[in-house]
T-cell receptor, first 114, second 114 residues
Framework: AQSVTQLDSQVPVFEEAPVELRCNYS??????LFWYVQYPNQGLQLLLK??????LVKGINGFEAEFNKSQTSFHLRKPSVHISDTAEYFC????????????FGQGTRLTINP | DAGVTQSPTHLIKTRGQQVTLRCSPK?????VSWYQQALGQGPQFIFQ???????QRGNFPDRFSGHQFPNYSSELNVNALLLGDSALYLC?????????????FGPGTRLTVT
């Protein structure tokens, strides 16, 4: 069975500072990996996804993530955050091709301070 | 093009009652998945509907049931509501039951059980 661990429940950073949100996963098969963002009182929006190929994935809003198979990690990064990036971020995994469900981590609340 | 829509937005029920939540998938999508997101948690997979049948189910009791209509819209029914059923219920649609990488989420229905 797959599982996802988001190592930080809350991450406070100052505006224009870089940020990294950490995600580790556990799976016995090849996986697809995702990062979703959830703004207050809203649903989930896909930031980026890794299916195959280049391990560095670029997404929307200036975010990127790197897939590291040996460390089973998929950390999300942004070089300079903005107040509007304040939200909950979820890492998710699916069992690769043929999978029918996403397994989510507990979420990381990113708070941007002016 | 309308995305995934859900109704109602908010709902308050009493313990023991029954509730029905509704979801209309994104245009061109024929598969609907339901997730439960308790406060402060990541979403958890409830079940998936495709071709009007339940295709896969997560670890949820039989009190949770669903239905998919010929127009691909779906309902989630919860019987004998418990306080612990209070959560945001998210619907996601895709063009194929195995295309987790192309799931689009709706804004959710927030259910409060008192």
């Amino acid at each position: 069975a797959q599982s996802v661990t988001q190592l930080d429940s809350q991450v406070p950073v100052f505006e224009e500072a870089p940020v990294e949100l950490r995600c580790n996963y556990s799976s016995s098969v090849s996986v697809y990996l995702f990062w979703y963002v959830q703004y207050p009182n809203q649903g989930l929006q896909l930031l980026l996804k890794y299916l195959s190929g280049s391990t560095l994935v670029k997404g929307i809003n200036g975010f990127e993530a790197e897939f590291n198979k040996s460390q089973t990690s998929f950390h999300l990064r942004k070089p300079s955050v903005h107040i509007s990036d304040t939200a909950e971020y979820f890492c998710a995994v699916s069992e690769g091709s043929g999978a029918q469900k996403l397994v989510f981590g507990q979420g990381t609340r990113l708070t941007i301070n002016p | 093009d309308a995305g995934v829509t859900q109704s109602p937005t908010h709902l308050i029920k009493t313990r023991g009652q029954q509730v029905t939540l509704r979801c209309s998938p994104k245009s061109g999508h024929d598969t609907v998945s339901w997730y439960q997101q308790a406060l402060g948690q990541g979403p958890q997979f409830i079940f998936q509907y495709y071709e009007e049948e339940e295709r896969q189910r997560g670890n949820f009791p039989d009190r949770f049931s669903g239905h998919q209509f010929p127009n691909y819209s779906s309902e989630l029914n919860v019987n004998a509501l418990l306080l612990g059923d209070s959560a945001l219920y998210l619907c996601a649609s895709s063009a194929d039951p195995t295309r987790t990488y192309e799931q689009y989420f709706g804004p959710g229905t927030r259910l409060t059980v008192t």
